[in-house]
């Protein structure tokens, strides 16, 4: 049997994240105290395993979370790791001049885990799940 909250959720009268009890400035504050500890989450994770990337000559796109094209201009092999999956672009809330970091499929894998949003390109292969193969894609 469905909890009132479920109900209420459900039909969008509240959202999800709604703790009971609780005032929209305390539910604000939560929130933002939570968004700023998965992204030093992130940013501690992905700090040491970012990969040093110079201008090369290969374009590649990839959105923002706010839907934005952007492109980094890179050389062949880290356009071969990103499309291959061996590497992904993960999201760097706190460095202005340029927010993103190339990183190996482990960061990745990491990063999802605490804050799928800030991965912003990652290829896996079909049924794969996070860094495990689904049992009817082995071959």
Known sequence: MQSLKDKLVQAGVISADRVAGETEEQRSRRL???????????????????????????VFFFTTRSR????????????AGLEEGRLAVVELPDKPDFPWAVVPRATAEKVLKIDPVAV??????????????ADDDVS
Do not use: D, P, S
């Not at 501690?44 to 970012?50: H, I, K, R, T, Y």
């Open 32 to 58: 933002n105290r939570e968004t700023a500890e998965r992204r030093a989450k992130v940013k501690a994770v992905v700090q040491g395993a970012a990969i040093e990337t110079t201008i090369g000559e290969h």
């Open 68 to 79: 934005k094209m952007r492109r980094l201009v890179i050389e062949a092999e880290i356009k």
């Open 120 to 133: 912003r390109f990652y290829v896996r292969r079909k049924g794969e799940i996070f860094g495990a193969v």
